[in-house]
């Protein structure tokens, strides 16, 4: 979160941009670890996680089973910025020892100054 903190604070356009770009590359930093646990191993359906991080509140709930997708709000410190938007992974068997897999979806950033970023995943 601290990129998204840094973005906010950025006035130069390009520097913003970069900070944008690393934190969507980063994968929004999450692993197990920054949780602490919180994170559900299976979620169900309308089961939703409310943690804070960084300064940062977060609100997300999985809204579909086939394929799980996920419904998220992050609300920056101060309100730097809102992030919010879905994230869907499709998985399917392609034989006996062949699994394939796709994210998709949509993440709206929007700034305390008024500036929006739309950021589609690519599905590859």
Do not use: H
Not at 29 to 57: A, F
């Amino acid at each position: 979160m601290n990129l998204l903190i840094s973005a906010a604070k950025a006035t130069d356009p390009i520097e913003r941009m970069k900070y944008i770009l690393a934190f969507n590359i980063s994968g929004f930093g999450t692993n197990s670890t920054i949780w602490k646990g919180k994170v559900p191993l299976s979620p169900g359906l309308g089961e939703t996680l409310q943690c804070e991080k960084d300064g940062c509140k977060i609100y997300i709930e999985m809204t579909d089973i086939n394929p799980p997708t996920f419904n998220y709000l992050i609300k920056g410190p101060d309100n730097l910025f809102d992030l919010f938007g879905y994230y869907a992974t499709i998985v399917k068997m392609n034989g006996t020892n062949n699994i394939s897999g796709q994210a998709i979806g949509k993440n709206i950033l929007k700034f305390g100054d008024g500036s929006m970023f739309t950021i589609v995943d690519p599905g590859l």
